[in-house]
């Protein structure tokens, strides 16, 4: 009886065990997908990025720089004077609709962009380029600025009359463009410049007008 007892304890174990392996082990379809979704985003550093963007997952497909919407390119290289464009894809969302995925590296770092099909910058959690940091004019939910150094002729022409007409005979050190983190949005500039031997720094807001001093 006892030996009975044993034995059928022993089945119910097996046909436990079994159950869970059954109801927590993904398919192979499954887990190819998913390998395939994760490895697309995590080479642009967060595999989370595009999900948040565009509501997929679903599928990308590497596509030639020409295929892109040429707004998105117009965007990024006037957003990004800098940036070094690396690769495009194209997906298309949950609701069918179609967008696009721009990486390019600045400074050597990836990052990357999504658009929609006429090229507008898609706006969501994750969306922008990753890094950067500073302070004030904070993205949303805190998320630090990426400043991005540019050269004196990228300066709006507002801010360079400003400087010729104030700081006459100033050198210009470091100019820098920051940008919202998560949409790409010019935020402010910076101007860093010497005169008589003497390092300022001062602040202009999109327009070219002068912000008070970073806190």
Not at 9 to 16: E, K, M, W
Not at 179 to 190: K, Q
Not at 194 to 205: A, I, R, Y
């Amino acid at each position: 009886m006892f030996q009975k007892l044993l034995l059928g304890a022993a089945l119910l174990a097996t046909v436990a065990a079994c159950t869970q392996q059954n109801a927590t082990t993904p398919t192979p379809q499954q887990d190819e997908e998913s390998v395939a979704v994760i490895n697309s985003l995590a080479r642009l550093g967060n595999p989370n990025n595009a999900t948040a963007i565009t509501g997929k997952p679903c599928s990308e497909t590497v596509i030639a720089k020409d295929k892109v919407p040429a707004a998105a390119l117009a965007y990024v290289a006037k957003t990004y004077p800098t940036a070094v464009f690396v690769q495009a894809e194209q997906g298309t969302d949950r609701d069918g609709k179609t967008f696009y995925e721009i990486l390019f590296t600045i400074d050597g770092k990836n990052r990357q962009l999504h658009f929609d099909a006429a090229g507008a910058v898609l706006v969501g959690p994750g969306n922008g380029p990753k890094g950067g940091g500073g302070f004030g004019d904070h993205g949303p939910k805190g998320t630090p600025p990426l400043k991005t150094e540019i050269t004196a002729d990228k300066l709006p022409k507002p801010i360079t009359d400003y400087m010729t007409a104030n700081y006459k005979g100033y050198t210009l050190v470091k100019a820098e463009v920051v940008t919202d983190a998560t949409n790409g949005a010019v935020l402010f500039f910076d101007v860093r410049f010497t005169l008589n031997s003497k390092t300022s720094e001062l602040h202009f807001d999109i327009n070219g007008n002068l912000k008070p001093p970073h806190k």
